[in-house]
């Protein structure tokens, strides 16, 4: 069945620091693929999204490039503030169902 | 504004009882979905409703049961044949349909059992 997997955190960085978070995906035809936030105690947010391959998501500096080659959809951010630390997912659709990786800690420090 | 809310924040159940969290959404999407969340852990699936008077369990649906009688409401009841019930619940919506959109989600409710 469809699925995604990403790395498993805590990820610690400081203030400044480049960011990767690894996710790839197995699914069937032509999932969508999404970034989602969470920050403590609240649902989560759209972050970024890409449709289509090749395909790359932006948003707040944060990007993510759809590679069907490597059925990856990694995350990336060139500079993290202290404001970055929350719970990072990734997230595929297909034919309406959403499934989500495990999440990814991240604790940015100044 | 347009969104989705989820009542209450926090509830607290005695063993034995059922419990019904609310769900609503004026954003005029078809489709609804229930997660359960536990700590460090992703999302799981519970239900899932394409359209009105329509839904389908999802991953872990033991336990647990919804109604969709109205576009703008997806409650879901956590039983008390629902062993471990606390957890983080979160509701979400998107379009639905052939257009694949992004799901929309609401504040979540966390249930503990005391």
């Known amino acids: 069945g469809d699925s995604v997997t990403q790395m498993e955190g805590p990820v610690t960085l400081s203030e400044e620091a480049f960011l990767t978070i690894n996710c790839t995906y197995t699914a069937t035809g032509y999932p969508s693929l999404f970034w989602y936030v969470q920050y403590p105690g609240e649902g989560l947010q759209l972050l970024l999204k890409?449709?289509?391959?090749?395909d790359k998501g932006s948003n707040k500096g944060f990007e993510a490039t759809y590679r069907k080659e490597t059925t990856s959809f990694h995350l990336e951010k060139g500079s993290v503030q202290v404001s970055d630390s929350a719970v990072y997912f990734c997230a595929l659709c297909n034919f309406n169902k959403f499934y989500f990786g495990s999440g990814t800690k991240l604790n940015v420090k100044p | 504004d347009g969104g989705i809310t989820q009542s209450p924040k926090y509830l607290f159940r005695k063993e034995g009882q059922n419990v019904t969290l609310s769900c609503e959404q004026n954003l005029n999407h078809d489709a609804m979905y229930w997660y359960r969340q536990d700590p460090g852990q992703g999302l799981r699936l519970i239900y899932y409703s394409q359209i009105v008077n329509d839904f389908q369990k999802g991953d872990i649906a033991e336990g647990y049961s919804v109604s969709r009688e109205k576009k703008e409401s997806f409650p879901l009841t956590v039983t008390s044949a629902q062993k471990n019930p606390t957890a983080f619940y979160l509701c979400a919506s998107n379009k639905g349909g052939q257009l694949v959109t992004e799901a929309f989600f609401g504040q979540g409710t966390r249930l503990t059992v005391v």
């Open positions: 890409a449709t289509k391959a090749d």
